[in-house]
Nanobody, 121 residues
Framework: QLQLVESGGGLVQPGGSLRLSCEVS????????IAWFRQAPGKEREGVSC????????KYADSVKGRFIISRDNGKNTVDLQMNSLKPEDTAVYYC??????????????WGKGTLVTVSS
């Protein structure tokens, strides 16, 4: 079982950057793929990015490709999401989640409580 805690959310201007971090704890944490999801007001939750257990494979939603970068440090049990060139439509609550593979967004079984990102001038 995993426990995940997000941090790093806040208010940022359009075009700015923000770095989210997910602290992962529990058993065998390094054997799980970790993903970032987001849910904007009035919208369904969507997958943003995912990184495999080894960090060798990554996956991005089309809406964030070229702007967001996911990384993990298995020594520190953290998974970060570097978000650049932020747009107002990136405003959402961001969640990290853990599962076995990144192939399906539906494969995540463990969830954090989320951190709010607001992109506004």
């Amino acid at each position: 079982q995993l426990q995940l805690v997000e941090s790093g959310g806040g208010l940022v201007q359009p075009g700015g950057s923000l770095r989210l971090s997910c602290e992962v704890s529990g058993f065998f944490t390094n054997y799980y793929a970790i993903a970032w999801f987001r849910q904007a007001p009035g919208k369904e939750r969507e997958g943003v990015s995912c990184i495999s257990d080894s960090g060798g494979n990554t996956k991005y939603a089309d809406s964030v490709k070229g702007r967001f970068i996911i990384s993990r440090d298995n020594g520190k049990n953290t998974v970060d999401l570097q978000m650049n060139s932020l747009k107002p439509e990136d405003t959402a609550v961001y969640y990290c989640a853990g599962g076995h593979l990144c192939e399906s967004w539906n494969d995540m079984n463990y969830w954090g409580k989320g951190t709010l990102v607001t992109v506004s001038s």
